[in-house]
């Protein structure tokens, strides 16, 4: 779809109209900005964290925006063109509560073998409490709350007991966790 120049051509706009819930107003403001920042047309794994960074100054986002950025980078090109960036972008701000649980699950499932462990699932939450900040500061105190949220997750969520989650049992478990479907419907 994109190509690197200063303006989307109609076509282009046209066919991220098609794929995305995005305005045209909304897509020429994300093209001329991602451009701004990234005038040869991709963003790096470094710009990427850095932009979490200035969104989360008290924390340390980094292994967070990492997690991110692997399911950004659907081509594993290290890198992220305008088409990966608003595609996933779509996903986590406009995107449906069955395209976001389906994200959600691919970010935690980091191996990608369709279930969550719970080593996944304790990588994944450490990042996000380590994003979190000064509260979660004391390394002992977030392996602690990370350890216990993760047994809440499996007892609530892991029906059939095996150790993993399987996409059905997410689904299921999110449905009827009204906080994290807020955070789902909130987007990334």
């Not at 779509?90 to 279930?115: H, M, P, S, V």
């Not at 977030?142 to 609530?156: G, L, M, W, Y």
Request: a negative charge; glycine letters at 6%; charged letters at 25%.
């Amino acid at each position: 779809m994109g190509k690197s120049s200063s303006k989307l051509s109609a076509k282009q706009l046209h066919e991220y109209m098609q794929n995305t819930n995005f305005s045209d107003g909304e897509l020429n403001m994300w093209y001329k900005l991602f451009m701004h920042q990234c005038p040869k047309g991709s963003l790096s794994a470094d710009q990427f964290v850095n932009i979490y960074k200035v969104m989360h100054p008290d924390g340390r986002p980094e292994p967070f925006a990492m997690e991110v950025f692997r399911l950004f980078d659907q081509k594993n090109k290290g890198s992220l063109s305008f088409d990966d960036f608003i595609l996933a972008h779509n996903i986590t701000a406009r995107g449906t509560n069955e395209q976001k649980l389906e994200w959600a699950f691919k970010l935690y499932d980091k191996d990608g073998d369709r279930r969550i462990s719970r080593a996944e699932l304790k990588v994944v939450i450490a990042s996000i409490y380590l994003m979190m900040g000064k509260q979660y500061a004391d390394d002992a105190h977030r392996a602690q709350t990370v350890e216990s949220k993760v047994d809440a997750i499996f007892n609530a969520m892991d029906l059939d007991r095996d150790g993993f989650l399987s996409p059905e049992e997410f689904t299921e478990g999110v449905a009827h966790d009204t906080k994290m479907l807020s955070v789902l419907q909130e987007g990334v």
